[in-house]
């Protein structure tokens, strides 16, 4: 079993900026991929950016390339979801997931933290 805990989330101004953390426990996770999701209101969950633990390879969704950078830390346990240049249509809840590396459904999800930018 993987936990995983968010936080960071908060009301921002269109422009700026919030990084969103998410604790892992439960698992070593060398052979897992993070990934960050999100859901706006009246909307279907949607991806974000993920990043496979091994090699550090990211990947992005069109909407965040170039204003979204994923990160880790490897002794804290702890993947970041750094977020500039932020719009209105960012506000969502973000959550935390992560799979095994040869699955393909995200087996283990976090609570969420609320993300809302003002315009």
């Known amino acids: 079993q993987v936990q995983l805990v968010e936080s960071g989330g908060a009301l921002v101004q269109a422009g700026g900026s919030l990084r969103l953390s998410c604790a892992a426990s439960?698992?070593?996770?060398?052979?897992?991929?993070m990934g960050w999701f999100r859901q706006a209101p009246g909307k279907e969950r949607e991806f974000v950016a993920a990043l496979t633990w091994i090699g550090g390879s990211t990947h992005y969704a069109d909407s965040v390339k170039g204003r979204f950078t994923i990160s880790k830390d490897n002794v804290k346990n702890t993947v970041y979801l750094q977020m500039n240049s932020l719009k209105p249509e960012d506000t969502a809840v973000y959550y935390c997931?992560?799979?095994?590396?040869?699955?393909?459904?995200?087996?283990?999800w976090g609570q969420g933290t609320q993300v809302t930018v003002s315009s």
């Open positions: 997931a992560a799979r095994r590396a040869w699955d393909t459904e995200y087996n283990y």
């Open positions: 439960g698992r070593t996770l060398s052979s897992y991929t």
